[in-house]
């Protein structure tokens, strides 16, 4: 499939819908055409695809399919250095995963070569990606309306019926 006798239109429409593959998934699966050029992927030399520093020993692992359990993610991450807990967030209402969680290795040094070896790999028949886990941003509340009466007494609004 040559891209050379193609417009420009095409050729720009094309790359905009390919620059939401990650990088890796280009270079894994070989894949014919990058956002920059349509010829096939060849690694480069350049250091812009070396991944920054482990800064804490927690790591986010998202893609888990929804059968994965704590102990299945404890399996396939202990051979890599001493896990401290292993957590697969799940729906509180049915009680199954929202296909992802976190890991937390006893040294930073495990936590890396935990996410070199696992990232991309396949857990329960799905790949999973191991990235550095970021800590959770605080919740904004929303401040409580407050309506005062005719008596003086405040009166807090309700959504919905209460009965």
Do not use: H
């Amino acid at each position: 499939m040559a891209f050379s006798s193609t417009s420009p239109l095409l050729r720009r429409s094309f790359s905009k819908t390919l620059s939401f593959l990650p990088q890796l998934y280009r270079q894994y699966y070989d894949f014919p055409f990058t956002s920059k050029s349509f010829s096939t992927v060849i690694p480069s030399d350049d250091n812009s695809n070396t991944v920054p520093p482990l800064k804490t020993p927690k790591l986010f692992i998202s893609g888990l399919s929804r059968l994965t359990t704590d102990e299945k993610l404890k399996a396939a991450f202990c051979p890599y250095g001493q896990l401290i807990e292993a957590n697969v967030i799940t729906d509180r209402v049915t009680g199954r995963s929202k296909g992802f969680g976190f890991i937390r290795y006893s040294s930073i040094a495990e936590a890396e070569k935990a996410r070199q070896m696992m990232n991309a790999k396949f857990l329960d028949g799905w790949v999973i990606f191991v990235d550095p886990a970021k800590p959770r941003e605080p919740r904004r509340q929303a401040p409580a309306e407050e309506v005062q009466s005719e008596t003086g007494f405040k009166i807090y609004k309700t959504v919905g019926w209460c009965g």
